[in-house]
């Protein structure tokens, strides 16, 4: 039986998780590395639950459900968890260190799910001496928005830890699909990452401008975002490091993050978190028109 649910990260995914973990009524607590930066994602969840609150789509108050999270810097709160999310940042030696440290914190039994985008979940597990209790939930972002969650097993994952997720998933209203090979990106990011790459290279070459791609991948394909919006929001560095990892993996051009992507992330135009990215926004978040691009 799962009640308390440890959420490493109070970033944009770990805030998101988090909140719809507390609206279904789960015990959460949320570790960061910083007051201040649990506070900033704090903030987030709350508007987000006023919201869901305001137009009814969730039971009970904001005060009931942000009552359910708790919040932390120290990570040996996780030693009464029954299972871990995990949502740092995407950095491999990161997640290891961090899934090492969990694994002699947390009881033997819970279950370890990583949120990485990109990197392949086996050399993440390798950490930890619950490699059948070990698998990837890749959420979407905005994550109280978006329907759904990849499961990703490993070669050790067991069938048990997947239904377990799976009915964890059902209970936040999120609909499930299996990736039954852990491969660098697993299936969705492996679908939609070469056509993110090639719209970064025809922008490059002055084929078209980011605000025409976003237009007509709204418009054509129905997409609630073009690449580049979706870019802005994800954050350029989480995205540049996930499109890398999948690289790296498979030497595969068609995954190799352009030129102009990169010049973006060392500047640190790094999307609607630090006002510019593809786009530039005022204070409020409202976008106020494309960004200039790197030579
Ligand atoms: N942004 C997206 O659209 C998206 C979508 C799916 C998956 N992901 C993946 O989710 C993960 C988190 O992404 P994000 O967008 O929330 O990033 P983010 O930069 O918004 O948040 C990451 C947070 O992790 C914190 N952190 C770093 N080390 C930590 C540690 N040891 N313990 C606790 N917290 C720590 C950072 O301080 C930061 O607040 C990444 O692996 C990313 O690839 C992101």
Redo the contacts with the bound molecule.
């Keep these: 039986m799962i009640n308390k649910i440890f959420v490493?990260?109070?970033?944009?995914?770990?805030g998101g998780i988090a909140q719809v973990c507390a609206q279904a009524g789960y015990e959460v607590t949320i570790?960061?590395?910083t007051e201040e930066?649990i506070e900033k994602?704090l903030r987030s969840v709350r508007w987000s639950v006023g919201k869901f609150v305001e137009k009814g789509k969730v039971q009970g108050t904001v005060d009931e459900i942000m009552g359910r999270i708790t919040v932390t810097t120290d990570l040996s709160a996780a030693a009464s968890a029954d299972f871990v999310f995990e949502?740092?940042?995407?950095d491999l030696k990161?997640k290891r260190q961090?899934f090492a440290e969990l694994d002699s914190i947390c009881p033997p039994y819970a279950v370890f799910a990583s949120?990485?985008?990109?990197i392949p979940i086996t050399k993440i597990a390798e950490v930890t001496g619950r490699k059948a209790q070990f698998l990837g939930a890749?959420?979407?972002?905005p994550v109280p928005m978006m329907r759904i969650v990849e499961l990703i097993r490993t070669s050790e994952t067991s069938e048990e830890t997947i239904i377990l997720v799976e009915e964890i998933c059902q209970s936040l209203e999120k609909e499930t699909i299996r990736v039954n090979r852990d491969v660098a990106g697993f299936a969705l990011n492996r679908i939609n990452y070469p056509s993110s790459v090639e719209a970064i290279r025809l922008i490059e070459a002055g084929v078209v401008s980011v605000e025409d791609v976003d237009k007509g991948m709204r418009l054509g394909f129905g997409r609630p975002m073009g690449p580049f919006e979706t870019s802005d929001?994800?954050?350029l560095d989480?995205a540049y490091?996930?499109y890398r990892a999948v690289y790296e993996d498979t030497g595969d051009e068609k995954f190799r993050p352009p030129e102009i992507f990169r010049k973006k992330v060392e500047r640190g135009e790094l999307g609607r978190?630090t006002g510019i990215g593809w786009y530039r926004y005022d204070e409020n978040g409202k976008k106020l028109g494309p960004a200039d691009l790197p030579e």
């Design positions: 490493a990260g109070a970033g944009l995914m770990g570790r960061d590395l930066l994602g949502a740092v940042v995407e990161i961090l949120n990485t985008s990109a890749h959420f979407f972002s929001m994800a954050g989480v490091n996930a978190k």
